[in-house]
T-cell receptor, first 113, second 113 residues
Framework: AQSVAQPEDQVNVAEGNPLTVKCTYSVSGNPYLFWYVQYPNRGLQFLLKYITGDNLVKGSYGFEAEFNKSQTSFHLKKPSALVSDSALYFCAVRDMGNTPLVFGKGTRLSVIA | DAGITQSPRHKVTETGTPVTLRCHQTENHRYMYWYRQDPGHGLRLIHYSYGVKDTDKGEVSDGYSVSRSKTEDFLLTLESATSSQTSVYFC????????????FGDGTRLSIL
């Protein structure tokens, strides 16, 4: 069975500093990996995905994520955080079949001015 | 934004009453999903549909039923609501290929007293 772990419930970072939100996964085969962001009283918004190819994936709003197969990780990164990046972030995975996404429990990012 | 409308957006009802939530899409996507979001649990899949009249159970399906009589509509029914079903419910849609992300509605906040 596929699963996702987001080890940090909360990440605090100063505006302008780099940020990392961690995600590790478990699937039986090759994974499809996704990051989503959720702002208050809104649904989840798709940020980026890894399917195959280059291990560094670029997405919306300046975010990127690095796929590491040996460590089964897919950490979300941004070189310079903005206060407006403060939100709830979810990592999700599915295997090669068309199964529904499995989500992590989310990490709340707070960017402090 | 993907054309997904959830109704109602907010509902308060009493224990033991039936409740139906509606998800309507204008994207003609094959797959539709119902999730619930609770603090400390992230998003958990309730039921999903892979076509008209084709549905399957998710992780937390007990106490819930679904129906999909048209491509654009996916209904979630709580046959006899309980306080443990107080939650925020999200509908999502996706295209057929597993490398495509799911897109989410803005949720229904359901309170059962």
């Amino acid at each position: 069975a596929q699963s996702v772990a987001q080890p940090e419930d909360q990440v605090n970072v100063a505006e302008g500093n780099p940020l990392t939100v961690k995600c590790t996964y478990s699937v039986s085969g090759n994974p499809y990996l996704f990051w989503y962001v959720q702002y208050p009283n809104r649904g989840l918004q798709f940020l980026l995905k890894y399917i195959t190819g280059d291990n560094l994936v670029k997405g919306s709003y300046g975010f990127e994520a690095e796929f590491n197969k040996s460590q089964t990780s897919f950490h979300l990164k941004k070189p310079s955080a903005l206060v407006s990046d403060s939100a709830l972030y979810f990592c999700a995975v599915r295997d090669m079949g068309n199964t529904p996404l499995v989500f992590g429990k989310g990490t709340r990012l707070s960017v402090i001015a | 934004d993907a054309g997904i409308t959830q109704s109602p957006r907010h509902k308060v009802t009493e224990t033991g009453t039936p409740v139906t939530l509606r998800c309507h899409q204008t994207e003609n996507h094959r797959y539709m999903y119902w999730y619930r979001q609770d603090p400390g649990h992230g998003l958990r899949l309730i039921h999903y549909s892979y076509g008209v009249k084709d549905t399957d159970k998710g992780e937390v399906s007990d106490g819930y039923s679904v129906s999909r009589s048209k491509t654009e509509d996916f209904l979630l029914t709580l046959e006899s609501a309980t306080s443990s079903q107080t939650s925020v419910y999200f509908c999502a849609i996706s295209e057929s290929h597993p490398n495509q992300p799911q897109h989410f509605g803005d949720g229904t906040r359901l309170s059962i007293l």
